[in-house]
């Protein structure tokens, strides 16, 4: 079973919809009306969706923590800092681990692009 992913609202729309163009189940907050959600809410959200979140955001890198003290699973982060990685290169490397990546393999795992 490939990744899902979902992306935040800090994250350009066209990371979502480019992965889409290549195949991958891929939907934003937009697409999904969560813009304006907390931080809490979209990871719960994508946790719902069975999907890995996307986020320029490090916010959900200190949430990822607080979840795992109190032993609460999350569906897997996926951080990219937005000055080093293009929307292009995003879209790139995020069908790389869509395609190359078991779902489970997530689970509260955070991953670095």
């Not at 009306?33 to 320029?56: I, M, P, S």
């Not at 000055?83 to 995003?90: I, M, Y």
């Amino acid at each position: 079973m490939a990744v899902r992913i979902y992306t935040d609202e800090s994250v350009p729309i066209a990371v979502a919809a480019g992965l889409r163009r290549r195949g991958v189940d891929s939907f934003s907050a937009l697409d999904s009306g969560n813009l304006g959600f907390t931080d809490e809410a979209q990871l719960e959200f994508a946790q719902r969706e069975g999907a890995v979140l996307f986020t320029h955001d490090t916010d959900f890198l200190r949430l990822a923590q607080e979840w795992a003290n109190k032993q609460r699973s999350y569906p897997g982060i996926i951080y990219a800092h937005p000055d080093r990685v293009s929307v292009g290169e995003c879209v790139r490397r995020l069908k790389e681990i869509a395609d190359m990546t078991d779902p489970d393999d997530f689970v509260n795992h955070i991953e670095f692009l």
